[in-house]
Nanobody, 128 residues
Framework: QVHLVESGGDSVQAGGSLRLSCEAS????????MTWNRQPPGKEREGVAG???????KYAESVKGRFTISKDNTDNTLYLQMNSLKPEDTAKYYC??????????????????????WGQGTQVTVSS
C-alpha cells in the first residue's frame, strides 16, 4: 500500500523560505513521476513542481525561479525548497505519485486517474 507523508508546512512571512518533505512507502520514488501539487483556499488544485523517473524537472510558471524540487532515492524522500514565498503561495501542499500511464505534463498532475497517489497534505501560509 502506498503512503506519502508530507511535512514542513508552516506559517511564514512574505519573502521567507520553507522546505517540504515527503516520505514515501509502498513505492520507490525513483521509479515514479513525482509531483508537488497545491490547493489554495477556495481554488482548485494545481501542479507546482514535478520530477520524472529520468530526473527531468518541470515547474508551474508561477513558481519558476523560486521553488526547487529534488529527491533522495536512498531515503525515498521527495523535497520542495520554496524561497521568496508570496501570499499567493498560501495553500495545502500535496506530494503525489503518478500511475502507470501518466504523462509528465503539468496540466495533468491533478488528474486522479493519472496521478492517483496523494498524501494528506501540509499547510503553507504566507502572510504579507
Amino acid at each position: 500500500q502506498v503512503h506519502l507523508v508530507e511535512s514542513g508546512g508552516d506559517s511564514v512571512q512574505a519573502g521567507g523560505s520553507l522546505r517540504l518533505s515527503c516520505e514515501a512507502s509502498g513505492l520507490m520514488i525513483n521509479g515514479y513521476c513525482m509531483t508537488w501539487n497545491r490547493q489554495p483556499p477556495g481554488k482548485e488544485r494545481e501542479g507546482v513542481a514535478g520530477i520524472d523517473r529520468d530526473g527531468r524537472i518541470k515547474y508551474a510558471e508561477s513558481v519558476k525561479g523560486r521553488f526547487t524540487i529534488s529527491k533522495d532515492n536512498t531515503d525515498n524522500t521527495l523535497y520542495l525548497q520554496m524561497n521568496s514565498l508570496k501570499p499567493e503561495d498560501t495553500a495545502k501542499y500535496y506530494c503525489v505519485a503518478a500511475g502507470r500511464y501518466a504523462d509528465f505534463v503539468v496540466a495533468t498532475w491533478t488528474r486522479p486517474d493519472l496521478y492517483p497517489y496523494w498524501g494528506q497534505g501540509t499547510q503553507v501560509t504566507v502572510s504579507s
